[in-house]
Structures are given as structure tokens and as C-alpha cells.
């Protein structure tokens, strides 16, 4: 059986709070980092507390609706990103949430490589059915990536989001289990 | 749509634990009711203790226990318990067990009854694809129920139980979702 938790850019490792607080305090100096990732608004917290959030989560890992992964680059082990699933278990789908906050690993192709590990892990681990996700219109950059991935654009709720002044899209992707199947077997166009 | 709690005799209810631990104390005077529903040595438990069980059980470490009250339709009198707890959500496997405290309520078809109300709200509500469960050779009228609500028999663990001077089998019987889907769905829908 293949190594789920390797990739071709990078490794998925366990989610450690105080490795990963670190990294986060960086990270949420840099606003753009944060207004392509979420729609709260900017906000700045301590090491301390931000590793008492990740350590509160943690306890969650235990649960079968909650999955959360740092993610390392192959060759110099460093941390620059993270993923979490949740599912909902009665009708067996999954959102997930994914970002970099390392700036210089933006648009070489982590990204993409992050996805198709968090794919595969909900396809042939979680078995889930479909897998959704929504992003900020003004991010073509992870459009494009998830639409390498697999995803396709099911929705837009117009102007739901404003930001700087004026208004934005936000999107709304999703793949079907026969879908990605379709691509591990080389089908897809 | 139907109401999925309700069957032609009993019904599904909420579990109080005020109710369901005096009614429990009471079914676990009859030893055989004991016997019938459970491996390990019996034992007497006071109705503080049970209520401290049942509250223990209803909270849950997480979505996937599902604990209901078996009342008669007729006079809506509690009648017994039944539980279905997902084992394993990414393969979809729940185990079900069931019992009913006053003797005068065996062999009347409430538990068939109540079986059929279950595997319904397992494969359409929880949308599971199996259903498992256990059932000891000296409880011949359990056996006949589950075959009849449509499980199969997939194995048994030889000499497990040691009661009364001898070795008896434990039985593991198994419905799959596409069985029960081929013999219900018509008269669901």
C-alpha cells in the first residue's frame, strides 16, 4: 500500500501545538496570508494562546468528524502549511480547509500537492462521497490549484464578502468519489 | 415520508434516565432477562447506579451512539431498550442490541417489530451500510427474530459463554445495507 502521508513537494505530520503556534504567529503577521485563508477579520493573538487553541483542538483529534494535519516540505522539512477535514458523518461528505502560510512556497505547486494528499487520504481513508470547499473570488491562484486537484465550481454567492472598500464573490467547489477515481485512473482530460 | 420511529406495535422513544433505570432495575430482578442480554457475570445494580450508567452512556464521546426507548404502542408503556452504536464510520458498521425486561412482552413480535423500526433508521436516516450484532446460542427466540428482521448468519465464536455447567457458542449475525434495501425499500417508499 502507498504512503498516504507523502507527496512529491511534501509529508504530512500530526499537528503539534506548540510547533505549530510558533509558525502561526508568523503567519498572522502577513494579511494577505489571512484574508485569502478566511473572512474573520485580521486579529492578532499570542504564542500562548494560540497554542492552547491548537492543544484544545488537539484533544479533538480523537473524533471521527475532525481530522487536522501540518504539512512539512520533502527536503528541508520545513512546516509551512496545514489541512483539516470535517466531515458530516450521516451523509458521509467532508469540507476541508487548507492554506500556506509561507509566502515563498506560494504558487510553486504545494498547494496542489497538499490536495491531492488531503483527496486521497478523504477518498481512501474516510471513504467519503464528495468533498466541498469554498474560497475567496479574489484568490484565482487557489482556484486554479483545486481545479488541478479535481475540484469543479458548483456555486457563487455574490458580494457575501467585503473587504478594502467593496464587495466580494465567494466560490463554492465540490468532487464526486467517481470523479477522482475517474482521474487516479488517468481518464480525466 | 413515514414516521421512521414508529412500527405496527412499539415505538422508538427518548431514553429519561429516571424512567429508564427504575423500569432496568426492575427487568434485572429476573435473572434470565440478565442472561439473555448479557456476556459478563450478572449483577444487581441500584437504581442510582444504573441512572449514573445511563447518564454516563447519553453523553457520548461522540455522534454515533444511538440509545432508544422501546414503549408498546397499545398502552405506551416502557417496554425495553435498544441501542445502535457506529463502530466505524469510515466503513459505516454499527452494532445493534436490544432487550426487552418483562416476560410477559417475549415472544409476542415486539422485537422483530422494534428491529425492523431500527434497520430503517440505520440504512435510511444513518445511512450505514451494515448492521452487526451478537447473540448467544441459549437464546433461541432472539435467533428466529433477527432472521426473520433479516440478518444473516455470518460466524460464530465456539465455547465462548461458560453458564451453568457448560460451554455455549456466541453467534455474529450481519445485515447488509443492499439486503435490506432488496427486501424493504418497495414498501418504504
Known amino acids: 500500500m502507498r504512503n498516504l502521508f507523502r507527496g512529491e513537494l511534501v509529508r504530512l505530520t500530526a499537528e503539534e501545538p ?3 503556534a510558533k ?60 489541512f483539516g477535514l470535517w466531515l458530516d458523518l450521516i451523509h458521509n461528505e467532508a469540507w476541508v480547509g487548507i492554506g500556506i502560510g509561507e509566502r515563498e512556497f506560494w504558487g510553486k505547486g504545494y498547494g496542489t500537492d497538499m490536495m491531492k494528499l488531503c483527496l486521497q487520504y478523504a477518498f481512501t481513508e474516510l471513504n467519503v462521497y464528495r468533498v466541498s470547499l469554498g474560497l475567496h473570488a479574489y484568490n484565482p491562484r487557489a482556484l486554479r490549484s483545486y481545479e488541478k486537484a479535481g475540484f469543479r465550481l458548483e456555486g457563487c454567492t455574490r458580494g457575501d464578502v467585503a473587504r478594502e472598500g467593496r464587495r466580494h464573490d465567494s466560490l463554492w467547489m465540490g468532487i464526486l468519489r467517481e470523479e ?5 485512473n488517468g481518464d480525466s482530460k | 415520508m413515514n414516521d421512521i420511529f414508529s412500527g405496527k406495535s412499539v415505538r422508538l422513544s427518548a431514553v429519561d434516565p429516571d424512567d429508564f433505570s427504575r423500569m ?21 445494580n441500584s437504581i442510582a447506579a ?8 447519553l453523553e457520548g464521546p461522540s455522534s454515533g451512539l444511538y440509545f432508544f426507548s422501546i414503549r408498546s404502542l397499545a398502552d405506551d408503556q416502557l417496554i425495553g431498550e435498544i441501542v445502535l452504536d457506529v463502530s466505524n464510520w469510515t466503513s459505516r458498521d454499527a452494532f445493534v442490541g436490544l432487550s426487552l425486561g418483562e416476560r410477559e412482552n417475549w415472544g409476542r413480535g415486539y422485537g422483530t417489530d422494534v428491529m425492523n423500526v431500527l434497520l430503517r433508521f440505520a440504512f435510511t436516516e444513518v445511512n450505514l451500510r451494515r448492521v452487526t450484532l451478537v447473540v448467544f446460542e441459549y437464546n433461541p427466540r432472539a435467533i428466529r427474530s433477527y432472521e426473520k428482521a433479516g440478518f444473516r448468519h455470518e460466524g460464530r465464536y465456539r465455547k465462548f459463554l461458560n ?27
Open chain 1, 18 to 20: 506548540g510547533s505549530r
Open chain 1, 23 to 82: 509558525v502561526e504567529v508568523h503567519w498572522q503577521r502577513d494579511t494577505e496570508f489571512h484574508r485569502l485563508a478566511d473572512s474573520d477579520p485580521a486579529g492578532m493573538e499570542s504564542e500562548k494562546k494560540l497554542k492552547e487553541w491548537f492543544e484544545k483542538r488537539n484533544e479533538e483529534g480523537f473524533k471521527p468528524e475532525r481530522y487536522s494535519f501540518s504539512v512539512r516540505t520533502l527536503d528541508e522539512d520545513k512546516l509551512i502549511g496545514f
Open chain 1, 180 to 184: 477522482w477515481i475517474q482521474m487516479q
Open chain 2, 24 to 44: 432496568f432495575t426492575r427487568w434485572s430482578q429476573d435473572s434470565e432477562y440478565m442472561r439473555l442480554l448479557n456476556g459478563n457475570a450478572i449483577r444487581l
Open chain 2, 50 to 57: 444504573n441512572k449514573k450508567w445511563m447518564e454516563k452512556e
Open chain 2, 163 to 189: 453458564r451453568e455447567g457448560r460451554r455455549w457458542d456466541m453467534l455474529l449475525m450481519g445485515i447488509q445495507r443492499e439486503e435490506w434495501m432488496e427486501q424493504n425499500m418497495e414498501s418504504h417508499q
